[in-house]
C-alpha cells in the first residue's frame, strides 16, 4: 500500500502524463483496465475449481468410509481439507468477492 505522500506523487506524475502523452496515457489506462479484469476473471475461475475439486475428494472420503476403505477415506478427506484451506487462503487474502481498489 502507498503512502499519502506517494500516492499524491503518483497522482501527480499521472497527470503531467496525461498532459504531455495524452495517447500513452490512454494505453496505460486501457491496458491497467484489460489486466485488472483478466485478473479477476482467473481469480474467481481458481476458486470455483478448487471449490469442486474439495467436494469431489470429501465426497469420495465419504464414499470410501462408508464402503469399508478407511484408509483412502482419510486420505481423500485430507486431501479435501488442504484444498480446503487452500480455498481459505485465498479468500482472505483476497478479501473474498470484493473488487480491488
Known amino acids: 500500500m ?7 506523487t503518483l497522482a501527480a506524475i499521472e497527470l503531467g502524463l496525461a498532459e504531455d502523452a495524452p ?9 491497467d483496465q484489460d489486466d485488472t479484469r483478466i485478473g479477476r476473471f482467473g481469480r474467481r475461475r481458481g476458486r470455483r475449481l478448487l471449490l469442486v475439486m474439495m467436494l469431489f475428494f470429501g465426497g469420495l472420503a465419504l464414499v470410501c468410509i462408508l464402503g469399508g476403505l478407511v484408509l483412502g477415506g482419510v486420505a481423500a478427506g485430507l486431501l ?3 484444498i480446503g484451506s487452500g480455498l481459505l487462503y485465498l479468500k482472505r487474502k483476497t478479501g473474498g ?4 481498489p
Open 23 to 31: 495517447q500513452l496515457a490512454e494505453q496505460f489506462h486501457r491496458f
Open 2 to 8: 502507498l503512502s499519502k505522500r506517494e500516492r499524491e
Open 80 to 82: 479435501a481439507a488442504s
Open 97 to 100: 468477492n470484493r473488487p480491488h
